[in-house]
Every structure is written in C-alpha cells, then in structure tokens.
C-alpha cells in the first residue's frame, strides 16, 4: 500500500470489531497499511464493507463480517471466518460501544442491561473466543475503555461503569494470561472526533459551545483525531509495546489533569 514506511503487522492477521466507521474504522485503515489481513466487524454491514474495500483498494486484504457483538453465534462466526480467510489470529482489538448520557436515576433497567451488553459482556465474549486463536500466535488483545472509566463523568453513569469494567477486565486477563505469551491492554481516549462524538454534539442546545468546551477540556486545546487513538492501539498490538500488559493506557491530551486549569471548572464534554 502507498505510504509503507514500516510493516510492523506483515503476516499477521486482526479482528477490528465496530469497524465501519470511527476509531474502528481507522484502526483497520492503519493495520493495513502496516502490512496485516484485517477482518473488519460491524453490525451495519454497509460500513464494514465499505471499510474492507478502502483497505482492498489501496492493495491490502481484508473482509467485512455482519456481527451483532451481543450475540455469542455471531462472535464464534467472525473468529472461525476470519481463521478460515487467513489462516491464524494474531490481534483483535474490541472496540465497539455506545453512549448514553444519562445520571442514575434518569437510566432505566432496561437501558443499563443494554449498554452493559454492548460494551462490556461483548469485550467478554469477543476475548474468550479468540484467546484459543490467540494462544497459538502468543498474540495480543487491545479493548477500548474511556477516560470516563477512570476518573467517571457528571451524568454519564451508565456508560462510565461499563468501560470501568473493561480496565478491570483488561488486567484481570491480563494476569490470567501472561505466562502464555497473549498481552491484553487497553486504550482510555478522551473526547475523539468521530461519528459518535459528533451525534452527541448535534444534541446539545448550543452545539458550537458544546464543541468549543469539548476541545478545552483537553489541556492541548483541541479534541483527539481518530488517527492519534489508532496509532497508540497499533503500538500496543505490535512487538514495540512487548514488554506491556494489563495497563489502561491514557490517551487523553490533559484532560485528566485539566479539571479547574481553565476558565470554566467543569467542562461540558463527553470522553469516548
């Protein structure tokens, strides 16, 4: 592919759940462009193809996999069609999730069993089927937590206790499975510029306002690429970051030391 300056992923073979668009997306771009197969996991299956034919296009390999991750069958299904594509897993990085901006009392049962399933149960499910996989290759899982999991957020409840979760999760496999060679991380961004940010924008009652105080609650000024995000999932994925596991790596320009710096002490902004 045009552009190669390094090929840390020749060979290798990545699962990127939620690919069809955001982080998701520019991940696989990036594995790709790296050298690796990529199998690109979505439930709009429009997008996820849409990110595979970006990738075979510009002359790598990929294919898209229709995968609800709540649903056990289908997760079996992308690990045993990506395994019979290309041979071995090596990589796969579970990044699909959802939002909601909601405090406690306003979110139903109904809505913290959803959210929980989504984000937390599929990094479960999606983990314990490829570890077989990723056993063979002494590969490697990146998950997607949030800033949000750290330091929790003001009316955000829901979606703060589920990417808690996945740091726990992350270092308790991580301890499970170090003495077999598989490295399992994850990433904690802040506010990203990607679709889900952008829908979150559109809902505020002044959205111009709500983007300026999203990009000041970062200490650097501005809100993340989702180049800047991919590009630290690729170096935990690659053997530069093989002395690392269990860690929840920050990613969030300042904004976890950013809270009183600025004129306004608390921002109004969402970190996914």
């Not at 990529?38 to 510009?58: F, G, H, K, M, P």
């Not at 990094?123 to 314990?128: A, D, E, H, N």
């Not at 570890?131 to 590969?139: D, V, Y």
Request: glycine share 10%; hydrophobic share 45%.
């Amino acid at each position: 592919m045009n552009g190669v300056w390094r090929m840390r992923f020749f060979g290798k073979t990545v699962i990127v759940t939620g690919g069809g668009s955001g982080i998701g997306r520019t991940s696989a771009l990036w594995f790709a462009k790296e050298g690796a197969n990529v199998a690109i996991a979505d439930r709009y299956i429009a997008a996820a193809t849409e990110t595979a034919n970006l990738i075979i296009e510009a002359g790598g390999k990929a294919i898209s996999v229709e995968m609800n991750v709540t649903n056990e069958d289908e997760i079996i299904h992308m690990i045993d069609t990506t395994v019979a594509q290309f041979g071995s897993l090596d990589v796969i990085v579970n990044n699909a999730a959802i939002t909601m901006m909601k405090n406690v009392e306003e979110t139903s049962a109904e809505e913290w069993d959803r959210i929980f399933q989504i984000n937390t149960k599929s990094v479960f499910l999606c983990s314990k089927y490829a570890i077989p996989e990723l056993r063979k290759t002494r590969g490697c899982i990146v998950n997607m937590a949030s800033l949000n999991g750290v330091i929790g957020q003001k009316g955000n409840t829901a979606y703060a206790s589920t990417k808690g979760a996945v740091i726990a999760m992350t270092k308790a496999m991580a301890v499970d499975y170090a003495r077999e060679g598989i490295r399992i991380n994850c990433v904690c961004p802040a506010g990203v510029a990607t679709p889900l940010l952008e829908k979150w924008l559109e809902t505020a009652k002044d959205g111009e306002q709500a983007r300026m105080d999203q990009a000041q609650s970062h200490l650097l000024g501005y809100i993340a690429t989702p180049e800047e995000i991919a590009k630290v999932i690729l170096f935990l994925s690659s053997e530069d970051a093989s002395f690392i596991t269990g860690q929840a790596m920050i990613v969030d320009g300042g904004a976890s030391l950013g809270y009183g710096a600025g004129p306004k002490a608390e921002w109004d902004c969402t970190y996914l």
